[in-house]
């Protein structure tokens, strides 16, 4: 069954519970989405469901996109993005919105990270860097040495250095569903999700539950 959903997120706030304790709540505008596209193991060889959110102007959509969802009789959508489903007992053209999520409900949010430009390694990988005594004068916030000599001679792929932070798809895992407002399209998740106000996420069940 199809347990996800495409939204924005629109910033975070406070509810009480019972106790009067404070829980941040990250609030997600989620939905409406519409189902455009439906895979088959028939057909495609693994099963998914596509959806669609946001409706734009036709003219903001390339002539393949706008007539991919004209087949099927569906509004011009900006967002199209695939969710594995197993069994999507769907169909082309349903409407999926909030209320697809209960309170309670474990999820995970993905989205993109803030971009935060070119950092040291300092800053972007918690480095340690120099020692301020022994005469160091400009190796304080240095990364130091990541290689070895003659063998390899160079510095591995992937090592941790300077480089562009941020900016990344980023998934934030086994978040609770603390508010669920189905007539605004609304989802409520206790603490942090990923990306800046207005930043598109997708919302799935949870992997780790």
Same mark, same amino acid.
């Given at each position: 069954? #199809?347990?996800?959903?495409?939204?924005?997120?629109?910033?975070?706030?406070?509810?009480?519970?019972?106790?009067?304790?404070?829980?941040?709540?990250?609030?997600?505008?989620?939905?409406?989405?519409?189902?455009?596209?439906?895979?088959?193991?028939?057909?495609?060889?693994?099963?998914?469901?596509?959806?669609?959110?946001?409706?734009?102007?036709?003219?903001? #959509?390339?002539?393949?996109?706008f007539?991919?969802?004209?087949?099927?009789? @569906? &509004?011009? @959508?900006?967002? #199209?993005?695939?969710?594995?489903?197993?069994? &999507?007992?769907?169909?082309?053209?349903?409407?999926?919105?909030?209320?697809?999520?209960?309170?309670g409900?474990?999820v995970?949010?993905?989205?993109?990270?803030?971009?935060?430009?070119?950092?040291?390694?300092?800053k972007?990988?918690?480095?340690?860097?120099?020692?301020?005594?022994?005469?160091?004068?400009?190796r304080?916030?240095? &990364?130091?040495?990541?290689?070895?000599?003659?063998?390899?001679?160079?510095?591995?792929?992937?090592?941790?250095?300077?480089?562009?932070?941020?900016?990344a798809?980023?998934?934030a895992?086994?978040?609770?569903?603390?508010?669920?407002?189905?007539?605004?399209? @609304?989802?409520?998740?206790?603490?942090?999700?990923?990306?800046?106000?207005?930043?598109?996420?997708?919302?799935?069940?949870?992997?780790?539950?």
């Amino acid at each position: 069954m #199809l347990k996800g959903l495409i939204g924005k997120k629109v910033g975070m706030t406070q509810v009480f519970d019972e106790n009067g304790v404070a829980i941040p709540v990250t609030i997600i505008e989620a939905g409406p989405c519409y189902v455009t596209q439906v895979r088959t193991q028939e057909v495609d060889k693994y099963t998914a469901v596509q959806l669609g959110f946001e409706e734009v102007k036709p003219k903001r #959509l390339t002539s393949g996109r706008f007539g991919h969802l004209k087949k099927n009789n @569906l &509004p011009p @959508l900006r967002y #199209l993005r695939e969710f594995s489903v197993k069994d &999507p007992q769907v169909n082309v053209g349903d409407e999926v919105k909030a209320d697809l999520f209960v309170v309670g409900d474990h999820v995970d949010v993905i989205g993109t990270s803030k971009g935060k430009g070119f950092a040291g390694a300092m800053k972007r990988h918690n480095f340690r860097g120099g020692p301020i005594t022994h005469g160091q004068s400009d190796r304080q916030r240095a &990364p130091g040495s990541r290689g070895s000599g003659t063998t390899p001679g160079r510095v591995y792929k992937g090592a941790k250095g300077p480089g562009q932070m941020g900016n990344a798809r980023v998934t934030a895992q086994n978040l609770v569903v603390a508010i669920v407002d189905a007539d605004r399209n @609304l989802i409520g998740v206790k603490g942090a999700v990923p990306g800046a106000r207005g930043g598109l996420v997708l919302i799935k069940e949870a992997r780790k539950q």
